[in-house]
């Protein structure tokens, strides 16, 4: 769905993309000799006029009526946003791979197996810390020869016949697409493919399988018809992150991986946690999920103007599409009560500046890896 983060505009060293964090601003004088700064710290005065300022364009909420309008219809809203951008609105998220080294399969392959080696021996070990595995060089591969981009078949539209299919059958471990794969991922949220197509091209590994997902049909079939799109490697598929109803097409215990990046604040708070016990129950033992989200005071919250908050912290844009923005804690919550173990729970303060118009900008986003429990050896 949305992904508003501006990638790449301080990221290659050398072809390598450093981990946030690792670009700091000790001299103010010196504020616009990059495109951005990390862990950027607030004085009390700027923090107070943040949470002065949310106070203020929270005031005056959106009327029932339309905000019944904005749940019922935000599969419209968000329809109508792909077909005006397509595929031009957000660019490949090549920092994935600095971020979340967890997308290399074979390298955390080999570290789940050594985490169940170890649990038979032991107690289950503490979770890395997000600075391990760093060192991963992953160039930005704008023209990758690992996925067939000149000759590809058309998929169907939307595959929805397979998983109701599926979902009839009861998705037995032998009957889902992917089913031969030892390495699979979900990513909830898919637009366009900025992430999937990113991850096919990048990591080549024959027992890699991806699954993407979103509630736009539009976005969905902008993903299939990507010529990058390999339906053996790849499935993907409409999905409403919301709707208990409707099955995902993997069996529980399957997915190494689940990646929410920049999703999870786009539905209703209220449905957010269901939603996330649902993706937990797919996640195989020691299997990981991660986020990157809004946090609490962004530039973005703070540019929201009175009669557009929904409810506290959540807001609906121009075009209709609607936006949560999240604290540590109540991400943690989110994780945790959904039986997961934390790895990773970071703020990522972060100085954009437009070098041109002498403008700068405060993000805050939130980046999350929230582990399952691997099984005892008594279970």
């Known amino acids: ?3 508003s983060y501006s990638e790449g505009a301080d990221a290659a060293v050398c072809g390598k993309r450093q981990q946030f964090g690792n670009r700091f601003l000790s001299d103010p004088a010196r504020v616009f000799h990059h495109n951005a700064w990390d862990s950027v710290e607030w004085s009390e005065e700027q923090a107070a006029a943040a949470e002065r300022k949310v106070q203020e364009n ?3 909420r959106v009327c029932q009526e339309k905000q019944v309008d904005y749940e019922i219809n935000a599969n419209k809203y968000w329809n109508d946003f792909y077909k005006i951008h397509e595929n031009g ?4 998220r090549h920092w994935l791979f600095t971020e979340f080294p967890e997308l290399a399969p074979s390298q955390n392959q080999n570290d789940l197996k050594d985490l169940l080696s170890e649990n038979k021996a032991s107690e289950v070990p503490a979770c890395r810390s997000s600075e391990d595995g760093s060192g991963l060089i992953i160039e930005e591969q704008h023209s990758c020869s690992s996925v067939s981009l ?10 929805e016949n397979v998983t109701q299919k599926l979902r009839h059958l009861g998705i037995c471990a032998d009957e889902f697409p992917g089913s031969s794969a030892t390495y699979r991922i979900l990513e909830v949220g898919c637009g366009v493919g900025n992430t999937v197509f990113p991850i096919l091209q990048t990591n080549n590994d024959p027992r890699l399988f991806v699954y993407c997902c979103d509630f ?3 976005a969905v079939e902008l993903v299939q018809t990507n010529s990058a799109y390999d339906p053996s490697r790849c ?3 409409v999905h409403d992150l919301c709707d208990e109803d409707k099955s995902y097409p993997v069996p529980g215990d399957s997915l190494d991986v689940i990646i929410l990046i920049f999703v999870l ?3 209703i708070p209220d449905k957010m946690q269901k939603a996330i016990n649902r993706l937990s129950r797919l996640l195989k033992p020691g299997g990981m999920m991660l986020l990157r989200d809004y946090g609490r005071y962004d530039m973005a919250q703070l540019r929201f103007k009175k009669g557009q908050c929904l409810s506290e912290n959540f807001y609906v844009r121009g075009d209709g599409t609607r936006v949560y923005f999240f604290t540590q804690d109540e991400l943690d919550t989110l994780f945790t009560t959904a039986g997961l ?4 729970n970071l703020v990522d303060r972060r100085l954009q500046v437009n070098r041109g118009k002498q403008l700068t900008m405060y993000r805050v986003w939130i980046q999350c890896k929230y582990r399952k429990p691997l099984l005892s050896s008594t279970s």
């Open 235 to 237: 499935f993907a598929f």
């Open 89 to 92: 609105f957000f660019k490949d």
């Open 216 to 218: 736009s049909s539009t």
């Open 1 to 3: 769905m949305d992904a």
């Open 265 to 267: 604040s786009a539905i």
């Open 341 to 344: 173990e934390k790895v990773q």
């Open 150 to 159: 000149g000759h590809k078949t058309q998929p169907p539209p939307v595959e």
């Open 58 to 60: 929270s005031t005056q």
